[in-house]
């Protein structure tokens, strides 16, 4: 009880420490909602700030190694205990704080470095995601390998000291903006799929790699086809094992789940509001009667979801199984997602159908265009319940 | 408040999903149905069931009870949900002991509480009139000082109880939240007449009729013509251990399910490899995770007093109603022709989760209840 009482009061100072921290460095510009693309940092060495807010919040929130909360300080990051981060997002979130970074570093390299780099991997990479100096993408997919990622056939061939890397990756998001790709390639070409991958980093710089650019239907083209033409890539950047790439890509793509379907939750106006203000109510009720039920059914969906995330972290906290989690997260989150935006559309009317490239309105249109792709970045839904149904439910032959 | 068990909740879970496996399985109600047994569940069990806590787990310990919250009526109310035990837990121990914690004076409190508590006095909440649950449309007449009368349809346990609660229009127009009393009613009163019907899920419920019977001021319950606080706050304590209830036999239902899935074959196969059952038992799988997420929170708030624990219940009644039938449905599905037959037992669970979602508000009054607490 005395111990509990301690860290409740350990745990108040630091709320008290970090909100002073916070309301004196954080740029009053980077307490505004993020409306845009551009209001997003994504670090890199040819990274864009929009204003020079932006480049010190990065920099103030980077010394502290609060762009990851929870890394070891050993190679940059906060250190902080999973309540210390807590009460950092809770006081981020009262002060409306942008996220000072944000990367596929950060959301799915990271965790797989911490796990299987070796000592000089890690040192060597992670402190530059921590400080934003250095931008990753995936390299996963490709034309043949989509939902059957095991099949791919990017191949990396043994030439002593280093690979050779040939092949071609599709649907590399930011590809262009990269500056290395964490990448998966073939090196076993006989026995079981999966047994043959393996997970090797290299630069994007690296004679040989190309990538073209492909629009998507909501206008972005943030992602690419990236080629590679005998690329020499160094042993040294093999991560794990040889042939044991699969687990690599597996773990991270948990990650990569739980960032995709925690999406969702993000802090938006309510839906319910936007429908008072374009809408109105009568007697009390919103005005039209069967999109107020299925802005309803949403909205209460939406909370049970946002309580099962509580939950879950809570279960894993407590130590308890909480199963593939992940899976389940990423099908439900995303397929949510798309209903806000379905919803959104219709609450807005004529309003939303707007369709420019105009960055500083909101772009309705554009975002629930982008959200169709939710369901499928990641491991599309039908895959996701493909997991449940073999890990979690252990029904026959899935 | 994190949203895991405490070591104590779940001592109290292991012990209860023992004790209702073993002592009120389905088999139990299978034979309540058939014998057409004149109470409806088994008084033994009641009294066992009240040693383990269960009849006074709303209780105070000063009062007798095990002080174990809504949370603890919650998981006992999950665990009756898996098994479908025939208990008057929500009717005695959850509705009219909510009733009298929140309006009883110190006398009411301790006469009846202590033996509540003791699995002695069965208590039943009289107070819907119509065949939705409608709260504030109570048309039962309270004329001079005082003489009720009126109908009352589906009446949990009501025609064995000892002793009856029934709101009263005092004052105000039929359906204002303004003017409802609660009083204390003896059903062997005169002019009180009960009908027990036989309702789909083979539980109790049954319609009061109420001719000039009488009642004094000793037998209100809360402040006169402000019923309704009393009221609100018993129907969210019946809606949130509904809704646990309810987990329990979505979850239930859906474990037989899988077991069925991974045993049955058609075309040479399991049928649990066809891909169609499986994304649909998938998507059961996250609904049913859902609802355990907001049934556990929804206790929570509840047993905290929180200031939106209504919206909560509103989520947690509707979420729970319709993943309930949801799941029963899929049951029944996917056990093919045999899931028809009286015979087999999943049959019961999709019985119980319809009359348990039609309770005091289904999925539907529910989601438009969660929007006007919301303003729209
Ligand atoms: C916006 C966006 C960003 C992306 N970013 C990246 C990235 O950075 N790096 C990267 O490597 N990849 C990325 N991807 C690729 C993404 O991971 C793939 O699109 C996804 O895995 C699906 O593969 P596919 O497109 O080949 O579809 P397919 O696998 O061809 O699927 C087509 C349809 O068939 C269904 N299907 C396939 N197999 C099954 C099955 N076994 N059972 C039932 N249904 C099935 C699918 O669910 C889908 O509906 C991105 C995709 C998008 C849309
Ligand atoms: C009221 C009633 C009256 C009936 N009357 C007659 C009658 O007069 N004469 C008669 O001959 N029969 C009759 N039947 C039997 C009826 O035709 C069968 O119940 C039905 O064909 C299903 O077979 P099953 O019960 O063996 O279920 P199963 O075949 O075991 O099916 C179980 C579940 O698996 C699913 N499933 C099975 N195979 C697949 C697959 N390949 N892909 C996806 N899902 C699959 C089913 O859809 C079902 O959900 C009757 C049944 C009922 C309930």
Redesign the pocket.
Known sequence: MSAQLNSDQTLEAFRRDTRAWLEANCPPEMRQPVVDEYDICWGGRRAKFKNDAQRVWLQKMAERGWTVPEWPKQYGGGGLSKDEARVLREEMAALKCRPPLTS?GISMLGPALLKYGNEKQKSEHIPKIVRGEIRW?????????????ASLKTRADDHGDHFVVNGS???????DKADWIFC?VRTGFTGKKQEGISFVLFDMESPGVTTSPIR?ISGYS??TQTFFDNVKVPKENLLGELNKGWTIAKYLLTHERNMIGGMGTQRVTPLSQLAIKNIGLAAGRLAETALRTDIARFEMDALAFALTMNRVTDEAKAGNETGAMSSMLKYYGTELNKRRAELTMSVTGSEGLKFGDSHSEEQLAAMWL?T???S????????Q??IIAKNVLRLPGA | MTLVLTDDQLMFRDAAKRFAAERAPVSQLRKLRDDVDPVGFSRDVWKEMAEMGWAGVLVPEEFSGVGFGFVGAGLIAAEIGRNLSSTPLLSSAVLAVTALLRGGTQAQKETLLPAIAGGDLLLAFASDECVRHTPYHVATRCTGKYKLSGRKLHVLDGHIADRLIVSARTSGDIGARDGITLFLVDPKANGVTITRSSMVDSRNSATIDLRDVPVTDADVIGTFDKGAIVLDAVFDAGRAVLSAELLGVAEEAFERTLTYLREREQFGVKIGTF?SLQ?RAAHLFCEIELVRSVVLRTLQALDAQEPTASSLVCLAKAKASDVARIATNEAVQMHGGIGMTDEFDIGFFMKRARAAAETFGDQYYHTDRFAQLSGY
């Open positions: 596929f993408c995936q390299g996963y997919s490709e034309p043949g390998a989509g939902s059957d990622l990756k599709i649907w590399t998001s930011y590809g998966l998507l943030p992602f982008r169709k792709a939710n499928i970045e990641g491991g599309t839904s039908e895959i319940l493909n | 891909q994304h």
